[in-house]
Every structure is written in C-alpha cells, then in structure tokens.
Nanobody
C-alpha cells in the first residue's frame, strides 16, 4: 500500500506562484505514472497533469498548459507541481494520484485571489 501526502498549498494573489509536493511512502513509485487532479467547490474533480514514468513525457490540461510544470525526484519518491501565473480559476483542492494503484493523497488547498 502506498501513502501519498501533498503539501505546499496556500493563498496567493493572481499572477503568483506555488509549488506543490507529493511525497510517497510505503513503496517505491518510480515505475508508475503519477499525476495531479483538482476539485473546485461545487465542481467535479478534474485532470490537471500526468507524468509517464517510462518516457518522462508530461501531459497537461489545456487550462494549465504553459503555466504548470510537473516533475518528479525518484530518489526522494516525490512528485512536484510548479504553478506559475496563477489565476482565480485555479482555486481548488489539489490531489496527487497514482492511477495504476488507485492511490490518492488527502489534498492540499490552493486559493488564488484576484
């Protein structure tokens, strides 16, 4: 069983930046695709980005393309989400995910004020 713990959320003004982290424990996750989802109040959880472990290629939702960057440090068993040029519509709880293991973190709140 793998446990995922997100951190790095907070409050930021529009145009600002935040860096989220997702630390995995319980097993090595180097060989799994990992990704980020988010859920805004009153909305369904939506895909943000994912990183293929074998190719290292990321994919992004159109809404964050060019502003968000996903990365991982296999030595630390940790994934990151660098979020730049944040917009109020990015306000949500952000969750990290390993689809193959159906594992989710508890989420971290990101609030962007206009």
């Amino acid at each position: 069983q793998v446990q995922l713990v997100e951190s790095g959320g907070g409050w930021v003004q529009a145009g600002g930046s935040l860096r989220l982290s997702c630390a995995a424990s319980g097993r090595t996750v180097n060989f799994y695709a990992m990704g980020w989802f988010r859920q805004a109040p009153g909305k369904e959880r939506e895909f943000v980005t994912t990183l293929n472990w074998s190719t290292g290629r990321p994919s992004y939702a159109d809404s964050v393309k060019g502003r968000f960057t996903i990365s991982r440090d296999n030595a630390k068993n940790t994934m990151y989400l660098q979020m730049n040029s944040l917009k109020p519509e990015d306000t949500a709880v952000y969750y990290c995910n390993i689809p193959t293991l159906n594992s989710w973190g508890q989420g971290t709140q990101v609030t962007v004020s206009s």
